[in-house]
């Protein structure tokens, strides 16, 4: 009888120091391993316009992300994040796959995993910029009117500051 009395208030006791932890009074450490790779799946959803019209993104729209420790210290980890490719997607649009397969954030992070700093920003710039100009070009070639043109552009969202690749990347 008396096990069982120490059992139930150990029980309780561990519930109730459950209960009273916040999110904010416990962080968990990485223990990330230079050349460890891990991956993340990210699944979009929502809905948006172009030319005034509504349209929905499928409900299995994803995108997978593979993260690689490059470097591991004392005071933190060098990152690199780059897309998956799903080569049925892009396969057929050559410049698109060359384009997702140098887009890579290279992130500094301190010992706890935190972001820190974005590291090829500016190489990142360029191949935005790069990128815009090839798809322009291949817009043209397709007749694509300039108003439409314009909102596929709007709508891709690339980055051309070091601020707005930082956004993009601590919204990931």
């Known amino acids: 009888m008396r096990n069982r009395l120490y059992l139930i208030g150990f029980i309780v006791f561990a519930f109730s120091f459950c209960n009273a932890q916040s999110k904010t009074d416990f962080t968990i450490l990485p223990n990330w391993k230079k050349g460890e790779t891990k991956k993340m799946t990210v699944i979009n959803s929502g809905v948006w316009i172009m030319n005034g019209e ?16 490059i470097d591991k210290t004392k005071d933190g980890y060098l990152l690199e994040w780059k897309t998956i490719l799903n080569d049925n997607e892009i396969e057929e649009v050559d410049f698109m796959k060359n384009y997702m397969l140098n887009f890579k954030y290279i992130i500094v992070t ?6 820190k700093e974005l590291q090829n920003w500016k190489s990142l710039i360029e191949l935005n910029t790069k990128f815009k100009k090839i ?13 439409e043109l314009s909102n596929m552009i709007s709508e891709m969202k690339l980055a051309e500051t070091k601020t707005d690749l930082i956004r993009m990347c601590n919204n990931l």
């Open 54 to 69: 509504e349209n929905s993104f499928p409900s299995d729209t994803s995108a997978v992300y593979s993260i690689e420790i």
């Open 110 to 115: 301190d010992s706890f995993g935190r972001f």
């Open 135 to 147: 798809f322009i070009t291949e817009a043209k070639k397709e007749n694509v009117s300039e108003l």
